[in-house]
Each structure stands twice: as structure tokens, then as C-alpha cells.
């Protein structure tokens, strides 16, 4: 059996969202391709046509990986309280830099770096889970190590 993947009640709509278009407007878009493609003859030397059968076998594994997500998605209320989960919206300062940021805890695939949106499996997030306001997080990350005093947990 797959390994349970633990998500938002927010991450699992996205998902259901997503694969309801690829099923509906997605594979309407892929057959209409197909079938100009076939108009155009030789099926052999039709670049076009393998193209768009290409583009077929690839929407139908992003459907196939999307229903096993959403069939093995275990949803997790959002963290509530003064302790750093899943779901926790944290601001935090860099000790070194002084700078501060605000990210929201999300699982992988909710994952979203440029928008504040933190895979809690990253290091960051890793470092951050389970402290709370004043505690600081110590995160390993490639470029050397990277500490966070954690302000607030929403």
C-alpha cells in the first residue's frame, strides 16, 4: 500500500481541483488535438499527431499521480496554538541578517518558497516544528547553518 501523504484540507482541494480539470477541459483539449492532427494524413510522418499523443501520455500519468495523491492524502487541521506544525503560519528573524519572514507550513507538494509557503519536510521547516515564540530554530542548510528565533505562530 502507498505511504499515507499528509495534507491540508486546503492542499486537498487544490489537488481534487486540478485532476477535475485535467479529466474534463484537459483530456477535451488533448482529443481535439488528436483528432486535427488525424485530419492531416499519414500517421507514420505526422510529427503533429505523435505530439499530441505525447502530450496525451503525459496529462494521463499527471492524472494517474494525482488520483493515487489524492487517495492516499490523510488531511491534517492546520496547527493551531503557540507550537510550530503543519498548517502554522510562523514569522521568524534570521539571527545573522536580521531579517525577518513569514512562512506557512504546507506539505511538499502545497510547497511554494517564493510565496512563504514551506514543504514541512524542508530543513527550514524541519528546524522550526514544534517550537514556539523566542525559541530558535537551527537549520542545517547547503550554504552553512541558519538561525531563526521564532517571533509568532499563527
Known amino acids: 500500500m502507498a505511504e499515507r501523504v499528509l495534507v491540508t484540507a486546503a492542499g486537498l482541494e ?13 483530456r477535451r483539449a488533448i482529443a481535439a488535438q488528436i483528432k486535427t492532427a488525424r485530419e492531416w494524413g499519414d500517421l507514420k510522418e505526422n510529427g503533429e499527431y505523435h505530439a499530441a499523443k505525447e502530450a496525451q501520455a503525459h ?24 507550537v510550530v506544525g ?7 528573524e534570521d539571527e545573522a541578517s536580521g531579517r525577518r519572514r513569514t512562512y506557512t507550513l504546507v506539505s511538499s507538494h502545497e510547497a511554494s518558497p517564493a510565496e512563504g509557503r514551506l514543504s514541512a519536510e524542508s530543513p527550514v ?19 552553512g547553518e541558519q538561525r531563526l528565533k521564532v517571533l509568532s505562530v499563527g
Open 14 to 26: 487544490a489537488l481534487l481541483a486540478e485532476l477535475r480539470e485535467l479529466e474534463g477541459d484537459g
Open 59 to 82: 496529462l494521463e500519468t499527471r492524472i494517474a499521480h494525482l488520483r493515487e495523491r489524492t487517495l492516499t492524502a490523510e488531511v491534517v487541521e492546520a496547527s493551531t496554538g503557540e
Open 125 to 143: 521547516a524541519v528546524a522550526l516544528l514544534g517550537l514556539r515564540p523566542g525559541e530558535v530554530a537551527v537549520a542545517s542548510l547547503p550554504r
Open 86 to 92: 503543519l498548517g502554522s503560519t510562523v514569522e521568524v
